[in-house]
T-cell receptor
């Protein structure tokens, strides 16, 4: 499967600051990446679909001005949480879908964001 | 409205026995189903998948069964090992490169 990395793995920030999370597809050129978030003991919820060279597609209820997504290259998508608040504290995970075998998606290791 | 449901939040199984994790879905348009394993503070790891045109797919100790008429799938792990202890997520998708819809997960504990 595809190898996906995320950076940073963990970040703690003060309320009101912005945090950038990087998602890299290391062995596959991904025109599409997906961003999910997971609250404690909850399922993974799709936030947005990141499209290389065009605007991201956001799920209902996800503020596009708060969660900025940039997919500038085929191997890198970034998620910026702007003006972070404690309720944004969550586990953020990205994935790629090589498409070689059905709809398997391969996930990054995740980023734990804690907003104080 | 949750389209993919895992009604058992947890399951305990003795080592060597069979683990059966269940998943139900409501959207009949789903045509691809996947199981992921997840450890705390890590991303999900793909385990096994099944297309809607099949009713069974096997890979080593893992077998996924699909019952389309009942909109139900299950993951069988046999024999279960302590290293299988994790949270297992069922996921479904429509055809093409579309996002996954996840269930809430089932925490499997395999007891030695």
């Amino acid at each position: 499967g595809a190898v996906v990395s995320q950076h940073p793995s963990r970040v703690i920030c003060k309320s009101g600051t912005s945090v950038k999370i990087e998602c890299r597809s290391l062995d596959f050129q991904a025109t599409t990446m997906f961003w999910y978030r997971q609250f404690p003991k909850k399922s993974l919820m799709l936030m947005a679909t990141s499209n290389e060279g065009s605007k991201a597609t956001y799920e209902q209820g996800v503020e596009k001005d708060k969660f900025l997504i940039n997919h500038a290259s085929l191997t890198l998508s970034t998620l910026t949480v702007t003006s972070a608040h404690p309720e944004d504290s969550s586990f953020y995970i990205c994935s790629v879908a090589p498409g070689a075998r059905g709809n398997e998606q391969f996930f990054g290791p995740g980023t734990r964001l804690t907003v104080l | 409205d949750q389209q993919v449901k895992q009604n058992s939040p947890s399951l305990s199984v003795q080592e060597g026995r069979i683990s059966i994790l269940n998943c139900d879905y409501t959207n009949s348009m789903f045509d691809y189903f996947l199981w992921y394993k997840k450890y705390p503070a890590e991303g999900p790891t793909f385990l096994i998948s099944i297309s809607s045109i099949k009713d069974k797919n096997e890979d080593g100790r893992f077998t996924v069964f699909l019952n389309k008429s009942a909109k139900h799938l299950s993951l069988h792990i046999v024999p279960s090992q302590p290293g299988d202890s994790a949270v297992y997520f069922c996921a479904a998708s429509l055809s093409g490169n579309t996002p996954l819809v996840f269930g809430k997960g089932t925490r499997l504990s395999v007891i030695a």
